[in-house]
């Protein structure tokens, strides 16, 4: 393992301060390994996100205008734990109440749940939205449904676009329900990422291998199989994503797309894999309303890329347009 | 089995010397069925419970198990974090109800906590796959190491249906469950701090 | 070599493509591979950057309001034809005439020198400026000065918004110029890229080693090196930084840092190396009026980061605060 | 040595066919002491080159030469576009001057126009390295393969001054200049079009 780190015990730690020093507009909880906003509304829904670090720019480079108020940061992989949720719920309650964004994963659930159970025992006003945008996983009766990955960042702006209009808890809750349930990705893998603190690649691929519905966490996809030309790749995996959306050739439905790499990705690849997603959407008639093109939900060092489609509506359509303003998400309204 | 508060110390230190000496194993093994930290979250947990018992002394079982309780619940996160704070909770609801409780019937009460958490049932590739089949054997003072070891075992060919490892689906066959085998550390340690 | 892309030969025109499909404000010129605003200002003095293309964001992503007006897009690290920014002079002329931010590499300057030179006998006003901001190349007089790397950016951020104010051409050159001979930079790296149509690694790394003192083309360093921790380099980094900007622990100097990934290293990592050289500056009184943590300008899928430090005077400092609103560079004035 | 449109054609079909056999070959070369596009730069220009032939078939050798440089001056950018547009600008200039001129002194007008361009001298591992000798021996009615080869070799040793090499210092040092093998071609192509 090579990598510009110190030791995977301080990683964390260090990676959130370097995130505050670089964004003054931030600032960190030391204690609870919270970063939030250092100016607070009273008069808007907070919104909260988080999870394990590794992800980054995910969650705290989404703090900002028109997106959350505080990220909290567990360690590499790891779900924060309900106590440092809570804490942060304690540390950023607006008069309008809170609203956790959560990727659903048991970890992740179990924390955020617990932790706003906690809050409103003392009172506070809190409710959550889970994201589970992630086709490549069987949703079932029988499974805990489908993990949440890059969906999750336009959710978040969704919610923060509602919530900075000043409306109601229950109001944001039902819009960024709205987003979670109209956005679907798909991701691959070109090469593994390699967890600071195991310091070996999850997995190996050859190297004219893929694989074919990764997660975010390095967890192996739907199937290895043999790589692809990115129009071959992008051919699949639109059509995956609005078989899953139901939208059909004829259906003149208008999407958002978020073309996100996992870290190791350079935008070269993104870019270009982009213009052969937007040729896929438009040989099937499908309007693009936006398009956002980076990292943005990464999984440490992997090389890959995700696709998430998410289907709009004029509500939806219109708070995808506002004004954010944050480190990693910046839209002119 | 009895339990008393020096025993009790005795498990937690036991225990934390197993899972820093196998912390390397158990990121391992939830490597190829989930994402590379239980090692790392039960490391990183036992070694703040040791740390918490050293500068708090607690005097009673109760107090000790509130302990480890807090320590797990505010320090961990991930799955574990929970599962195992709940499961410590559990145990310390059974045992202030009723100090007199046998020590199977507080273990029962433990696995009872996880799985209301967790929503896992016997079968689903999780940690319960170890606890259920440790409580019952204790219930009929039958435990040894090598049912745990075997219930550890049992996990390998199981499909997972909750946690991380459902994710993979088929591809979670073959496989020990991390937290099953963190479990086994748990109620070995048990075991040995009887033993001495 | 496992990339998201067709041919090597595409390549260049499919990424564009996709630049320009995700950031409709912007439009492509196909004929001459130049990306530029849709909407011109007249009455401002236009800007032009670009080169070989790998280094992604760079330079499409710096167009927009208070950076770039147009960027020519070479094939991978091959500077444009001069045919190519002849034209992209031709199509973005304003009445207060067109400043050129050339990298210092041979075939850039030529390019670009040659191209002014043949718009000027088409009565256009050019000018330009080149920037050799990488201390890792010696100076002397018998070479070719010092690679452009990645304080360009900040080259382009200070003109963009001297332009953005008015100012007349020769202005815009002073301080462009000025912020050239602020700004210093080295970098490092720790795995070699791959040229598309090379379709191997340039180099070869071993897993503890690094080089020291690379530029943005896979060029080897000044030296093949043990790798460090991240505070170990960022000291090293600050240092020769300092020492060749001439700031002294008493200067009471404030700067500007920008920490740059090469492609292939992810926020974490960049976000952790913030932290250090943010410490290690702070331990010499030096004090950071902004920062900048991102993939600025890549050299392709290079793991690595450099470090760029930029000495302000009153009017730099003002210039860089100023709004930018841009793909890949946004200051919210 | 004497030249027309015909054997001027020729030229520049063997240059391509060499150019796009030792693509490889010359990227290779410009990856220790370049960027890795060398051979790309060449073979893209030279293709152009060979399609705008065909395209406008030219009807006298400056009118070849008119067509060669401007393809190279819009199609190549690198440092190889504008020089070596330069040199075929240079020999058009000699040529345009006086249509009797002998062929050495177009060359040497191409040379010139490198240097003027690139201010590179002989020595500081670049093309010039080839130009020079190879027009010089021409002067004298001695340029053979052998010449030719010698001058590319005898940049190996060299250590860069110009161009991109010349960033990596020392480390130019024991690696043949990619712009000399690609002229060493030119020129080798030149020989073969008038022994055919
Ligand atoms: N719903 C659940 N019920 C019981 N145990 C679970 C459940 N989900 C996960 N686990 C246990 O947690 C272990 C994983 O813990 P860990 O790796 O620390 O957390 P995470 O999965 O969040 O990374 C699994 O091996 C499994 O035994
Ligand atoms: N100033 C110069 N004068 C003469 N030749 C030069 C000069 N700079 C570069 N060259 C030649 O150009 C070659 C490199 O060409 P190429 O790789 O196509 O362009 P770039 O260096 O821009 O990537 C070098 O090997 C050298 O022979
Ligand atoms: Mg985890
Ligand atoms: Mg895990
Ligand atoms: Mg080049
Ligand atoms: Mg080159």
Known sequence: MKKIINTPDTLMMEMINGIVLAHPELELINKYKVIKKKKMNDEKVTLISGGGSGHEPAHAGFIGKGMLDAAVCGEVFASPSQIQVYQAIKETQSNKGTLLIIKNYSGDIMNFKNAAHLAKEDGAVVDYVKVEDDIAVEDSLYTVGRRGVAGTVLVHKIAGAAAEEGRSLSDVKTVAQKAADSVRSIGIALTSGTVPAKGTPTFTLEDDEMEYGVGIHGEPGIRREKMMSASQLAERMVKDLLKDLKVSDDNEEELVVLINGFGATPLQELYLFNNEVARELSERNVKICRTFVGNYMTSVDMAGVSVSLMKLDDELKSLINKESDTPAFKVSG | ?196
């Open chain 2, 1 to 196: 089995m009895n339990m008393d508060l020096q025993t009790g110390i005795r498990w937690m230190e036991l225990f934390n010397e197993d899972i820093q000496q196998n912390k390397d194993y158990l990121t391992q093994l939830d490597t190829p069925i989930g994402d590379s930290d239980h090692g790392n979250n039960m490391s990183r947990g036992m070694d703040q419970v040791i740390q918490a018992i050293e500068a708090e002394s607690p005097d009673s079982l109760e107090a000790l198990l509130k302990l480890v309780t807090s320590t797990l619940l505010s320090k961990v996160g991930g799955a574990s974090g929970p599962l195992y704070g709940s499961a410590f909770m559990g145990m310390l609801k059974i045992l202030k109800g009723d100090n007199t409780s046998s020590w199977d019937k507080v273990l029962r009460g433990g696995l009872d906590s996880i799985q209301k958490r967790g929503k896992a049932e016997v079968g689903d590739k999780t940690m319960v796959d170890v606890w259920a089949p440790v409580v019952k054997s204790l219930e009929n003072k039958q435990l040894t190491h090598v049912v745990i070891e075997e219930a550890v075992e049992a996990t390998k060919p199981l499909k997972a249906k909750k946690g991380r490892a459902s994710y993979v689906g088929d591809r979670s066959i073959g496989h020990i469950d991390p937290g099953a085998y963190s479990s086994a550390l748990l109620f070995q340690a048990m075991l040995k701090s009887e033993e001495k």
